[in-house]
């Protein structure tokens, strides 16, 4: 589209809006004098190993000489690296997107690194030899260089400038990382002919949040055709965005975390519309039309529209002996699940035909889910695929089709008014179960209403209940019986484990874990191949440890929490669980022979909160020459906001407290 057709337009519109704030960061690229190096150690983290002293972004749209727009982003940082565990910030990349032959261009780009050296500073620049090029994709280019001479105190800074014609590529910007942020700031100005959608996350709040209006005119050249190169002018109304966060903690990984890229602050932008003085053009379509041309292309969802003739003996092969239309889809799921070979994960499209997928008895993820919605569709099913993100990709955004935000596919079936969910790429995985992962929030259908799904992770509970019985035997000695039922998840993960190393180590490892002294007599595993189905563990055990004055038992044996989960004194995003938990464990114990109980933990029962949206309790009784213990931890909820950590931190504390505790028996004075 060439500007031609406005160019003799001039807008002239007037608003009155917010001007800027006046604070802004005085550190400028090349001003640096020996006080910049006295701060040794910075009250945002007394244990950084870098700060990042300033960091700011802007991006403008400027007319060029191709009749149209380009996008100019300028990125200045200055790192403080404070001790050796902080040599990795001088390792800089910038990435930069490619298409069709074209590729965003690096400029301008210096670098320096400064050091203290007798009370001066010595500077010492990167050679542009040592930027090296690296070709990811087709679609991705990364510039990498290293900062020259680090050493425990540098400082360093680095400026570019990249120009893109790829407009719907407007860069985003973090406002966070790895390591704390004294100054943060980016600028987008964005003239009122492009319309785009702000995407804004992250729990630290903005320092400055402002913007300002202003007029300004745009110069477009268009050389493109075999005579004179021409000019054009547009006047247009532009606002500054101005975002400033200051003094930003670096974010750090803690347990039960999806991906930090669910956290972190930051800012991204989708481009949605040109809008007048341009011709007005829609560039984000709705769900429905995204939907559409999913189902429309080669590489997704063209062939399942089709015929598929060729998949009648595969049908014919994978449903003999089914009884009804559900162990009919069983099978068929069964057949591609068992006969298949996942190569990749995290796949949206189709890099090879279906028929050949089916040759090679191997493809990623979407290939093979892709094929089983063929497969059933053939049968006569009614099924569609699904568009999801996994928990390490990220949320997914219900109300835009953001393609980039989605990294897995599955397949939905409809029978008998119930929906089930298959993901035939992952062996041992159970008809209509997903993995964990998938339960990351938003979810598309692809169909024709592009249906809208929520996989949430407080749907899942894993349930799970052990029984131990401990009895004297006619010789003197304790001898036990275990019996234990995983939940789903634990019992995939025990059955990969198994494949790989086998039934012996498994016990093995529960016997080191058991935190008491046994030889395990017999055992056996329950639905090993069922894997629609937890398993069951079932073993004898004998106690080996030899007559004392005083005996020490855990009475969770391996069943116990031993270590808090929770363990940073704070934190500032979600507690994500990949699903909610409910775990019994019952005991019984006999009193062994010549001995009394001299020692025994005191019964607790408490609630997590006044919701009542968890439960610790630990209850013991002595009676009769025996010892009874139920303990059983419910969270009913999988997602815990940051204000909710001090308590769940603490109810965990309780629990680590409370199943450490022994039971202690003493020889009697006069058996």
């Not at 407080?458 to 131990?468: A, F, H, N, R």
Request: hydrophobic share 35%; net charge neutral.
């Amino acid at each position: 589209m060439k500007v031609k057709l406005f160019a003799s337009l001039l807008v002239s519109l007037f608003f009155i809006l917010p001007i800027f704030s006046q604070e802004s960061s005085a550190v400028k690229f090349g001003k640096i004098s020996p006080d910049d190096f006295k701060t040794t150690i910075y009250s945002i983290d007394s244990g950084a190993a870098a700060v990042i002293i300033a960091d700011k972004g802007s991006t403008e749209i400027v007319g060029n000489s191709k009749g149209w727009f380009s996008l100019e982003f300028k990125h200045f940082k200055r790192i403080h690296i404070l001790n050796k565990n902080g040599y990795d910030a001088a390792d800089i990349q910038v990435l930069l997107f490619a298409n069709d032959g074209l590729e965003e261009e690096l400029q301008g780009l210096k670098a320096v690194t400064y050091n203290l050296e007798n009370n001066k500073v010595a500077e010492t620049k990167l050679d542009k030899k040592a930027v090296f090029t690296d070709k990811r994709s087709k679609k991705l280019v990364v510039k990498k260089f290293t900062l020259p001479n680090i050493k425990e105190g540098s400082i360093i800074e680095f400026e570019y400038t990249v120009k893109s014609d790829f407009l719907f590529n407007l860069q985003p910007w973090e406002f966070q990382g790895e390591y704390p942020r004294l100054w943060s700031e980016y600028v987008v100005r964005m003239p009122e002919f492009m319309g785009y959608i702000f995407l804004s996350q992250g729990y630290h709040p903005y320092h400055i949040k402002d913007n300002k209006n202003k007029l300004q005119t745009f110069s477009i050249m268009d050389n493109s055709g075999t005579t004179r190169t021409e000019h054009y002018s547009l006047n247009a109304n532009v606002t500054d965005f101005r975002w400033v966060m200051k003094d930003v903690s670096a974010l750090k990984e803690e347990s039960f975390t999806s991906t930090l890229n669910n956290h972190i602050a930051k800012i991204e932008f989708q481009l949605s519309d040109y809008r007048y003085p341009l011709t007005p053009k829609k560039i984000m379509g709705s769900w429905e039309q995204a939907s559409g041309e999913l189902l429309k292309s080669e590489n997704f969802g063209a062939n399942l529209s089709k015929d598929n003739g060729w998949l009648g003996d595969v049908v014919k092969e994978a449903t003999k002996g089914a009884t009804n239309d559900l162990d009919k889809a069983k099978k068929i799921y069964a057949f591609v699940r068992d006969n298949m070979t996942c190569t990749n994960y995290g796949r949206l499209y189709l890099e090879k035909t279906l028929k050949n997928i089916l040759k090679d008895k191997s493809g990623n993820e979407a290939e093979l889910n892709l094929l089983l919605t063929a497969i059933l569709i053939r049968a006569g099913f009614t099924v569609d695929p699904v568009l999801l993100s996994t928990r390490s990709h990220g949320y997914a955004y219900e109300l835009y089709p953001l393609m980039d935000k989605f990294n897995y596919v599955i397949s939905r079936l409809d029978l008998g008014g119930k929906h089930y969910f298959l993901d035939a790429s992952q062996p041992r995985l159970g008809f209509g179960k997903l993995g964990y992962e998938s339960y990351n929030g938003h979810a598309r259908v692809i169909n024709v209403a592009a249906s809208p799904l929520d996989f949430k992770a407080d749907s899942l509970i894993e349930g799970k209940m052990t029984s131990v019985f401990i009895v004297n035997n006619d010789k003197g000695k304790l001898i036990g019986k275990m019996q234990q039922v995983p939940g789903f998840y634990e019992s995939f993960n025990m059955r990969n484990n198994i494949k790989e190393n086998g039934k012996d180590k498994l016990f093995s490892d529960i016997k080191k874990e058991f935190n008491a002294e046994i030889e395990i007599l017999d055992s056996k595993i329950d639905s090993l191949d069922q894997y629609d189905h937890p398993l069951g563990i079932n073993y004898d055990f004998q106690f080996t440890t030899d007559n004392e004055d005083i005996l020490y038992f855990n009475p969770m044996f391996s069943e116990a929490w031993k270590e808090n989960p929770f363990k940073s004194a704070d934190r500032f995003y979600p507690v994500e669980m990949p699903y909610t938990i409910d775990e019994t464990y019952i005991l019984r114990i006999d009193i062994p022979n010549g001995y009394e109980v001299d020692e025994l933990p005191k019964q607790i029962m408490v609630k997590l909160n006044e919701d009542d949206d968890g439960s610790f309790e630990y209850r013991l009784s002595n009676s009769k020459g025996a010892i009874s213990l139920r303990s059983r931890i419910r969270l009913s909820r999988a997602f815990f906001h940051p204000e909710e950590y001090d308590t769940l931190r603490e109810f965990f504390n309780l629990v680590v407290k409370k199943h450490s505790e022994q039971i202690v028996f003493k020889r009697k004075a006069n058996p």
